[in-house]
């Protein structure tokens, strides 16, 4: 049997299991989708969404992309969070980084993988917005893991910057951007205290979560 014939087969066992346990499952699922939360995370496989956050589909509405990256020119994750805030009107915005990220790892050391160094680049500028801080840190680990930090701080900025999330403020709708970041080590999330309702909050909430990093 072939990899992929394996997956088909899996699917179907998953499938049956789900209606063995509830009938309406998928019947209820195809109605509607109505998620109080945006993910933005990683590609890395090890970090799945929903069952980071044990919600079912349907709860968490998902962007991933190599280092959790929100880029002012990418109309992809663009897109995803205007729909997610103007048609879905999600409440929370979570950008979710991941210590040991090979992305992050790659721009503070350096690494030529090939095209994807044009992407990683965008972490390579948190390196260098940080640097002093980052110098400051002797152990390799622990310096990779502040730069997960900071990449997750500096582009949940990024999202509230967005004229989206200006303009969704702007007419008074409710939806708040979080930074937290996942350990691969102890499944556990650590809230970085970012977490911003309104514009004029964005920076003074970004400075103090800054911070307090390392504390």
Not at 41 to 46: E, I
Not at 79 to 96: E, G, W
Not at 157 to 184: E, F, K, M, P
Request: hydrophobic share 40%; glycine share 8%; proline share 2%.
């Amino acid at each position: 049997m072939s990899s992929l014939e394996n997956l088909l087969d899996r699917n179907r066992k998953w499938a049956n299991d789900m209606l063995a346990g509830d009938g309406d499952y998928f019947a209820r699922l195809a109605s509607q989708q109505t998620p109080e939360y945006l993910w933005i995370g990683c590609s890395d496989s090890r970090v799945p969404a929903n069952q980071i956050v044990d919600l079912a589909p349907g709860e968490v509405f998902v962007h991933r992309n190599v280092a959790n990256l929100v880029v002012h020119t990418d109309l992809n994750c663009l897109s995803v969070v205007q729909y997610a805030v103007d048609v879905l009107r999600v409440k929370h915005i979570l950008v979710v980084g991941h210590y040991g990220c090979g992305g992050v790892r790659a721009a503070l050391g350096g690494l030529r993988l090939g095209m994807v160094d044009n992407w990683i680049r965008h972490v390579q500028d948190v390196k260098d917005r940080h640097r002093e801080r980052l110098l400051a840190i002797d152990d390799d680990d622990i310096r990779a893991d502040r730069l997960c930090e900071l990449n997750v701080l500096e582009q949940a900025v990024n999202v509230s910057q967005t004229t989206i999330l200006r303009d969704a403020w702007a007419r008074g709708q409710q939806v708040s951007v979080h930074g937290w970041c996942y350990s691969l080590q102890n499944g556990l999330v650590t809230d970085l205290g970012m977490s911003v309702s309104r514009e004029r909050d964005t920076e003074p909430v970004y400075i103090e979560a800054i911070d307090k990093l390392g504390r």
